[in-house]
């Protein structure tokens, strides 16, 4: 192997690496929220959940392609290829979000509205902690599932390990797409085993 | 406090019939009935974790409902039979959450942790920084009353806190109450369907069917009551299978 792939294989790294982790902090950020929101309002449930549930179902290429007539969001590159990968891993987080927080027993909730505990009280102290676990472990699965997902972003200039992947398969070279798949793999389970580590460490 | 004429309602069904009842401070007023007869609901409509349909519910002179709903329950301690203790708190923890929410100093919440695990028979250096999933039913049921007592709540409410604890133990959680309440002198309404738990810890008894009142009487007077209802539940004390 010469040193020109090796460090191409650096370089296409640390890219995939920042667009799986901007997409994540954005998916994170959006989908715990409109997760506890529903917790709340049970009747915005089927809306979120509904909307997550297509994104999801759309497959990953065609979502990809779907978003680069998009005004503002859309074009060619990395922005585009966030905004799928995004939507892409809202329903697993929001899933388990909802599913952490209704599954708190009861005598628990009760008792924390009995001792008098505000909303936001028994929301922070008592459902966040007791949820932790099942979200994270949402967090995990999108995780994962960004990072293979995310060797598509190539497919519209979006950077990647995928740029070794779909210049592979045009020039058939499996050199190439090992170059690529190697990596996102590796990096798959580093983040599967340091998430789930995390998780164990949670667990009350 | 006082029940004046409050009654409670799912859609249609009225759960509790409008119920007039004072509380006299310093007793142990227990609501004795069925399964469903509306004991919790009344229970419940003390604190505010339910609203009357009508009528209204006095704590202190004022209504519920004109209460601050987070300063009515931290004035009322509640025990029920799932404890609800927060499997991610320490027992310290458990039992300091109120006053931690009042915003006592951590001194002061520490002594206050350590003196009422000690009344009621746990050691705070052996408990206090177990978990609740490191405890025995009993043990517990223990920590629910301590945690209820916490920030020296006037009213105290138990909703069958002892029924899901064997009778051995049970009998030594329904002397700590008894000797709680010399100690103390706290104002209970305490909810069970058990009668010998209801004649043994009531200063008095008032019993409900289908959510109305059927008798409100001393535990003595109650054992000589006529009511049909009375009668059937004396009749769990004393009756014995015939020998075969």
Redesign the interface.
């Known amino acids: 192997m010469n040193s020109g792939l090796l460090s191409e294989i650096g370089a296409l790294t640390v890219e995939h690496l920042t667009l799986v982790l901007v997409s994540m902090a954005m998916a994170i950020a959006a989908a715990v929220p409109a997760g506890i929101l529903i917790t709340r309002r049970a009747r915005w449930r089927p809306w979120v959940l509904g909307f997550a549930n297509v994104m999801q179902t759309i497959p990953s290429l065609a979502l990809f392609g779907f978003l680069i007539p998009v005004p503002l969001i859309g074009g060619i590159g990395k922005r585009t290829a966030i905004v799928a990968l995004v939507l892409y891993a809202l329903l697993p987080i929001l899933r388990n979000t909802l599913a952490g927080i209704l599954g708190v ?1 009861a ?12 909303g936001v ?1 028994i929301l922070w ?2 459902e966040m ?2 949820a932790a676990r099942t979200i994270l472990a949402g967090i995990r699965v999108a995780t994962v599932t960004t990072i293979g997902t995310a060797t598509i972003a190539a497919a519209i200039g979006g950077g990647g390990l995928g740029v070794f992947i779909f210049r592979g398969i045009a020039s058939v070279d499996t050199t190439q797409i090992l170059a690529g798949a190697v990596p996102a793999a590796c990096i798959a389970l580093a983040a599967d085993g340091a998430l789930g580590l995390l998780e164990r460490r949670w667990s ?1 | 406090m006082e029940f004046r004429a409050a009654n409670y309602r799912i859609g249609a069904r009225e759960i509790l019939r409008p119920l007039t009842l004072t509380v006299e401070a310093g007793e142990t007023l227990v609501l004795l009935g069925r399964s469903g007869s509306g004991k919790t609901t009344a229970l419940k409509m003390v ?1 505010g ?1 339910l609203a009357p349909a009508s009528g209204e519910v006095l704590v202190d002179g004022r209504a519920t409902t004109a209460w601050d ?6 004035r ?1 301690g ?1 025990v ?1 039979q ?7 708190y320490t027992v310290a923890e458990n039992v300091g ?2 006053p931690q ?1 009042e915003g006592w100093d951590k001194a002061r919440i520490q002594a206050r942790v350590e003196a009422l695990l000690r009344q009621v028979g746990l050691d705070p250096h052996q408990f206090a920084a177990r978990y609740p999933r490191e405890l025995s039913g009993g043990q517990r049921q223990r920590v629910g009353v301590a ?1 209820a007592l916490a920030a020296d709540p006037t009213v105290l409410l138990f909703d069958e806190p002892f029924g899901a604890v064997d009778p051995v133990t049970r009998l030594d959680l329904q002397k700590q109450f008894l000797a709680l309440r010399r100690e103390l002198g706290k104002t209970s309404i305490f909810v069970t369907h058990d009668v010998r738990e209801a004649l043994m810890l009531a200063t008095r008894v008032a019993l409900l069917k289908n959510g109305a009142l059927e008798v409100v009487s001393t535990p003595r007077a109650f054992l000589e009551s006529r009511n049909p209802e009375a009668l059937a539940f004396s009749e769990c004390l004393d009756w014995k299978a015939p020998q075969s």
């Open positions: 027993d005598a628990v909730r009760e008792s924390a509205v009995a001792m008098g505990m505000t009280q102290r008592v902690p007791l009350v | 604190n974790l709903p987070v300063r009515l329950k931290r009322i509640y029920i799932d404890i609800g203790l927060f499997p991610h959450l109120v929410l945690r």
